[in-house]
């Protein structure tokens, strides 16, 4: 502290002393109370008008200059009071905001006052008032100067998508200069982020995610065969235009001063009409191609899948997991946003009952269809999640939205192109795990008519057709096999012959939870199969013996909605507890039967899962109107106008047992390693890719074990005719037209 310097309370406080009592400091944000005698003396000559030596000659007799110098120490180290030069330069407010933004406020204010920023306008945007809101910010100001040197560039344009941004960021990055991004059109304006060449995101990281938020603009564009945005209407006021002109220049005096705040890397969004704003985080993508590494998606599915040993941490939901649904809440909600999230959104679906905990997420890709009707799909076939509170079933929507995305192709995929038959014995023939039977092929063209798009029978697969392959590991054999791509991600190259589906594909806290869970689903739709197109009688747990207080309410609720409830025990030959949960309509004209399943090596768990899936499900039949079936997938739409348990008798329970023991475990590895003995003891191999995407994090796998069924009509010889023979459900294997003619659509 130079003596020459005024000491005093910090410009944006102001002090008020009540005698005996205290010393408050009144800031914008609050009040701070200094107590004690000696500190009531200090504060009235802590007025900025004394430097240090005039201060301690002024002091009081009974405050002794020891006791003074102890006082002013701890008062600088909280941070309230400073110190202030002979003559300086700014407005009094404007120091005073500065020192409250916790800078030296002469530096600052010398910072902007010598800094230079060039602005830039992209198409055909007028920069005018976001220069005139520069100026009146007292900062230097250039106006398209082409290669002109800059502290800051500020870039006005019409859409954060423009092309010609795209050059503007490949400049600023060679000349390692800040920019700041200005949309002050529209009716809603955006401000920000600014970026930093080398540190943080760049335009393609932003625009990445920007043009996946923007579906119905691509598609329309590619069908027109243009590129970039397309072209909005010309609409504002001038306030509007002003408002973003002035945040952009507070931002642009902030960042030149020195200031820095997380909403640097953020859209700043105000929504002129209802005065909402916004903001939405702009991530540095880690495989961008233009500021990262865009072979780490390969390299990673050309890694070995290893598991470690994983303490379970959460078991007091619907499964067992690595960690609380709250801490993975937290972990990943920045990935939702409607501008630059993975996912638009998540909200709570208020029809039915209280404790149905349904929640819909983001746009679920594996649903999607070609044209109008993906886009359509992408509004109506959202994501679910369910849960036996509000909390899980949050999450469970939030996971399987970016599950959903992480199986999404997008281009930096591992892959090989080649012919089934120049790979050899390393490739998974498309037979092997997609199951259809040679008249199923023999007849898709009719059976395709009838059904929905998901039902759809392929092509049969040609050999001899190259195609892409993608390495997925073997945890039986220890190597990679190699599986079509267009098997193994949403919306991959394909040919006619190979689907993908969301059948084994898992999210998690961990890789061991991810496994846990895809392994589970498969296990899950494999029983589900063999018990629905055999149509066997199955026994029914004693739901009234659980002591389980949720399964108590929800059987209430079900009473209270006018329908009937009941589980049934579907544990096949993998000895794995696999629940369905059906409930029918008792007061009605129709039945509307409906069903949920679950498994889980803990049945009560398994039962859990049953029933939160039926309750996720519910809403969209529960009060449905002549006028909402057409919306409705054929085959739902004849099963909800058709079925009875008079018709379809297999539904009701042949008997009621008790629900089996279970000795709990601990570990996560140890659970998946169990189901592996189990699958490979059938005969059956596992295999396990990692799916999991650099820009979020969550661990995403999806299992397949070739012979195991789908519950959507899979037809092919194998398991779905052995095992029900081998368990005693039915004498002989079924023959083809005797299965159960009615698709599962679920």
Avoid at 326 to 348: A, K, N, W
Avoid at 382 to 401: F, I, M, Q, R, Y
Avoid at 634 to 658: E, I, K
Wanted: glycine share 8%; hydrophobic share 40%.
């Amino acid at each position: 502290m130079q003596t020459h310097e005024r000491i005093g309370f910090k410009r944006h406080l102001r002090p008020e002393i009540v005698p005996g009592e205290a010393v408050y400091l009144f800031a914008e944000g609050g009040v701070t109370a200094l107590q004690g005698p000696r500190v009531e003396l200090l504060a009235s000559l802590l007025d900025g008008s004394r430097d240090v030596p005039a201060l301690f000659r002024d002091l009081p007799d009974d405050l002794p200059p020891e006791q003074a110098g102890r006082l002013l120490a701890r008062l600088g180290a909280a941070g309230l009071i400073g110190t202030r030069a002979g003559e300086e330069p700014g407005d009094p407010a404007a120091l005073a905001y500065w020192e409250a933004a916790g800078l030296d406020a002469v530096e600052a204010v010398r910072d902007t006052r010598g800094a230079r920023v060039r602005v830039r306008s992209v198409g055909d945007t007028a920069p005018e008032r976001v220069v005139s809101a520069l100026r009146r910010a007292e900062l230097d100001v250039t106006v398209d100067a082409a290669g002109a040197a800059a502290d800051l560039s500020v870039v006005v344009c019409p859409d954060y998508l423009a092309p010609e941004l795209e050059a503007v960021d490949a400049e600023q990055r060679r000349a390692g200069r800040p920019w700041l991004l200005v949309k002050p059109t529209g009716a809603q304006v955006w401000v920000g982020p600014i970026f930093t060449p080398g540190n943080g995101a760049c335009w393609r990281c932003l625009a990445t995610r920007l043009a996946a938020n923007r579906p119905a603009e691509a598609h329309v564009q590619a069908s027109r065969g243009r590129s970039g945005p397309v072209a909005r209407p010309d609409l504002g006021l001038h306030p509007v235009a002003s408002s973003a002109g002035e945040v952009a220049a507070l931002e642009a005096a902030k960042w030149l001063a020195g200031y820095r705040h997380r909403g640097q890397r953020e859209i700043w969004a105000f929504d002129t009409f209802e005065l909402k704003v916004s903001h939405h985080r702009v991530q540095a993508l880690p495989h961008c191609p233009t500021c990262g590494d865009p072979g780490l998606t390969r390299r990673r599915a050309l890694r070995p899948v290893t598991l470690e040993s994983r303490v379970k941490r959460s078991v007091d939901g619907g499964g067992h997991r690595a960690a609380s649904p709250q801490e993975v809440l937290d972990r990943y909600r920045h990935l939702v946003s409607p501008v630059t999230g993975v996912i638009r959104d998540i909200q709570r679906d208020t029809r039915g009952h209280e404790l149905f905990n349904s929640y819909r997420s983001g746009t679920n890709v594996a649903a999607a269809a070609p044209g109008i009707d993906g886009l359509r799909s992408t509004v109506r076939c959202d994501n679910g999640g369910k849960g036996v509170t509000p909390l899980h079933a949050e999450v469970s929507a939030l996971c399987e939205a970016l599950e959903r995305y992480s199986g999404t192709h997008h281009g930096d995929e591992a892959t090989v192109r080649a012919s089934f038959r120049a790979l050899g014995a390393e490739a998974v023939h498309p037979d092997a795990f997609q199951l259809y039977h040679p008249h199923q092929f023999a007849n898709r063209a009719t059976w395709n008519a009838e059904h929905a798009s998901f039902q759809h029978v392929p092509e049969p697969f040609d050999e001899g057709a190259e195609l892409d392959w993608t390495p997925v590991w073997s945890m039986t054999r220890r190597c990679h096999r190699l599986l079509p791509t267009g098997s193994l991600y949403y919306g991959a190259p394909a040919p006619a012959s190979i689907t993908a589906d969301s059948n084994g594909c898992a999210a998690g806290s961990s890789r061991e939870d991810a496994v846990l869970q895809g392994l589970l689903e498969v296990i899950e739709r494999d029983a589900v199969a063999l018990w629905w197109y055999n149509r066997t009688p199955m026994p029914g747990f004693d739901l009234a013996a659980l002591g389980d207080p949720l399964v108590d309410e929800l059987r209430e609720a079900y009473r209270e909605l006018g329908r009937e409830l009941w589980v049934l025990d579907l544990t096949a030959d993998l000895a794995v507890p696999v629940a369905v949960a059906i409930t029918r309509r008792i007061d009605g004209p129709r039945e509307d039967i409906m069903f949920g399943f679950g498994a889980h090596l803990d049945p009560r768990l398994a039962v859990r899962r049953a029933l939160t899936e039926l309750n996720q499900a519910m809403p969209s039949v529960l009060g449905l109107r002549e006028r909402d079936w057409s919306g409705l997938d054929v085959d739902l739409r004849r099963w909800l106008r058709t079925a009875t348990v008079a018709n379809q008798p297999y539904l009701l329970p042949s008997s009621v047992r008790p629900l089996p023991g279970y000795l709990p475990t601990k570990d996560l590895r140890a659970d998946v390693r169990l189901l592996q003995e189990r699958l490979e003891d059938a005969g059956l191999e596992l295999l396990v890719l990692d799916q999991t995407r650099p820009d979020v994090g969550l661990a995403v796998v999806k299992v397949i074990v070739p012979g195991m069924r789908h519950f959507w009509s899979r037809l092919a010889p194998g398991r779905l005719y052995d095992v029900p023979v081998h368990l005693g459900r039915i004498e002989r294997p079924a023959a083809l037209d005797e299965l159960n003619p009615v698709p599962m659509f679920m």
